[in-house]
């Protein structure tokens, strides 16, 4: 559905003397099949909202080869939008508009008959439960209603492709998680491949099937959340101490223990347990050694967060 | 045809989300109802002085177009506000012709103008005009055109600047020499003879002129003709400039 090819994005920025390119897609490959799920992750100016861009047509690439369902975004945008939705982050919807008017009207625009698109948006919204705010000005709605909102207007011509920038940012925890219902559905009832940005970890993890992860304008990785943190295949052991104090020199007995780097943290100290290294038994024995008094111990499957600080060299949340 | 179809989905939700807030189309009309009910008054003592039978019958033609052309170049404001709600762009992920969604809002704005005119018109008749309907109507007519010509440069400039802030000072620098070089106010025969010249290059003093002739109910056909003609290119280049807008950046 989607396939680029070293595509590339430069901006101008700035005036006169401090006038300089910025290079915000630096060559990024993307395949993407009929009926996947993928997310997009990365932080706050790592290229996805440009990259999305690109492929809804909003953007001429610098150069690069972009196909979106089968067509070239330059040669045939027409084509493409017409196969194509789009839900931006910044929101479609007039404040003043009545829901349902927005949705009927960007359906006439993807050139539905004004019956058409009235039967398509009011399936929608009952499928994205919106029925009752009908008649109800866009601006009058709840964060969570109005993404719904927008969402729907996205999908009144019913499009193969759908494609959404950071769907869930500002909305609160329960909104969040109901909006990765209806966007699971959009495959499952209707058969759409789905591309979605996000910088929430969670979100990547709990609704895509794949994952491209991107990082100044470039893929650092990709594969399914598994794989990714299959690569990671150390788990990681936090040791609680007692005394806070003991944290030095609680790090150097576990390290000498593994063979691993241990840091130091607030009272913690934390790293890798690499399988066939004798493990956690072997840490404690050199704690308890060292009279290292220990108050509790946490071993984890690494999580995407230390997938990302692995390819990026920094957390995800410090970055977005 | 593709084109006026789409035009008219994008016209039917300007006027609709336009029905809901009236008040605009009054509070645009009462600028120069004002210059009609305070300023005009002034105009009748001296009318034989500056050459004219009747203040009014003079005055209003020139009204016409300062709100045909200032009440347009202000729509620009309107698509920035829909701008930053995300609205221009969801219409451009559409395939929708750019050209329509442009086309759209011009036919709101020539309606809403239309209307503020044909009140304006009314008022002056109240006042005390004297011209034939027939000749304010395609005075009305050509002060429209010109509207529209407005209305794409405004949005073209919109669409441009993305900032009120510049959009804002920029109105004013290109509204306040027309307004005193276009002989609306006062007819420019009385100036001296270097801003007679340079009010004929003013373009927007020839659309003046010629509405003023059609309303005084003896039109000639070279003032019309110029008039009309000026009114046609203004119309063109804002049409270019404004689809221009709509498609830059497209793939």
């Given amino acids: ?208 099937d794949r994952l491209v992860v991107v990082d100044h304008g470039s893929v650092v990785a990709t594969g399914t959340s598994e794989d990714l943190k299959a690569d990671l295949d150390d788990d990681v052991l936090t040791v609680r101490l007692a005394d806070p104090a003991d944290a030095g020199r609680a790090a150097l007995c576990a390290g000498a223990a593994t063979g691993d780097v241990f840091t130091p943290g607030d009272g913690v100290v934390t790293g890798p347990l690499r399988a066939g290294s004798g493990g956690l038994a072997v840490v404690v024995r050199e704690l308890d050694r060292h009279d290292v008094a220990v108050a509790g111990l946490d071993v984890r499957r690494p999580t995407l967060d230390d997938v990302f600080l692995t390819l990026t060299g920094r957390s995800l949340r410090d970055a977005a | 045809m593709t084109l006026l179809r789409d035009a008219t989905v994008v016209l039917r939700r300007q006027v609709r989300l336009n029905l809901r807030n009236p008040a605009w189309v009054l509070l645009g009309v009462a600028q120069p109802i004002l210059y009609l009910v305070l300023f005009a008054p002034l105009l009748g003592p001296i009318a034989d002085q500056i050459g004219v039978e009747n203040a009014y019958t003079f005055f209003v033609p020139g009204l016409v177009v300062q709100m045909g052309l200032f009440g347009a170049l202000y729509v620009g404001f309107n698509l920035l506000a829909e701008w930053r709600e995300g609205v221009v762009e969801a219409e451009r992920v559409t395939p929708a012709s750019r050209g329509a969604l442009l086309l759209g809002r011009l036919g709101r704005d020539v309606l809403q103008l239309g209307i503020q005119c044909l009140i304006l018109v009314g008022a002056g008749y109240v006042m005390g005009m004297d011209a034939p309907v027939a000749g304010a109507l395609a005075g009305v007519g050509i002060a429209l055109l010109l509207g529209a010509a407005g209305s794409a440069l405004s949005n073209a400039v919109a669409l441009r600047t993305r900032s009120e802030e510049v959009m804002a000072p920029l109105v004013n620098v290109v509204t306040m020499p027309v307004l005193l070089l276009s002989g609306i106010l006062l007819p420019m025969t009385l100036g001296p003879g270097w801003l007679r010249t340079v009010s004929d290059v003013m373009p927007v003093r020839h659309v003046v002129d010629a509405v003023r002739d059609v309303f005084s109910g003896t039109p000639s056909a070279p003032t019309v003709g110029l008039g009309v003609g000026v009114t046609c290119a203004m119309l063109v280049a804002g049409l270019t400039v404004g689809v221009l807008a709509f498609r830059r950046e497209d793939a």
């Fill in chain 1, 1 to 208: 559905m989607i396939q680029t090819r070293d595509l590339r994005m430069s901006f101008d920025s700035g005036r006169g003397r401090r006038r300089r390119t910025v290079e915000a897609v630096r060559g990024i490959d993307l395949d993407i099949g009929r009926g996947e799920i993928v997310g997009l992750l990365g932080p706050n100016g790592a290229g996805k909202t440009t990259t999305l861009r690109i492929l809804s047509t909003l953007l001429r690439p610098t150069s690069g080869e972009v196909l979106v369902c089968g067509r070239d975004v330059r040669a045939d945008p027409r084509e493409v939008r017409r196969r194509l939705g789009y839900v931006s982050q910044g929101g479609s919807t007039s404040r003043r508009a009545r829901a349902g008017d927005e949705a009927t009207d960007r359906g006439m625009l993807y050139g539905l008959t004004r019956r058409a698109a009235r039967t398509r948006a009011r399936d929608l919204f009952d499928r994205l439960d919106l029925g009752d705010l009908w008649d109800r000005p866009a601006g009058s709605l709840s964060g969570g209603q109005r993404r719904r909102l927008e969402i729907a207007t996205a999908l009144v011509h019913d499009p193969e492709l759908v494609v959404l920038d950071e769907p869930t940012t500002g909305l609160d925890p329960q909104s969040r998680a109901n909006l990765w219902d209806h966007i699971r559905d959009l495959r499952a009832s209707r058969g759409a491949t789905v591309l979605v940005t996000t910088h929430y970890l969670d979100e990547a993890d709990a609704l895509s």
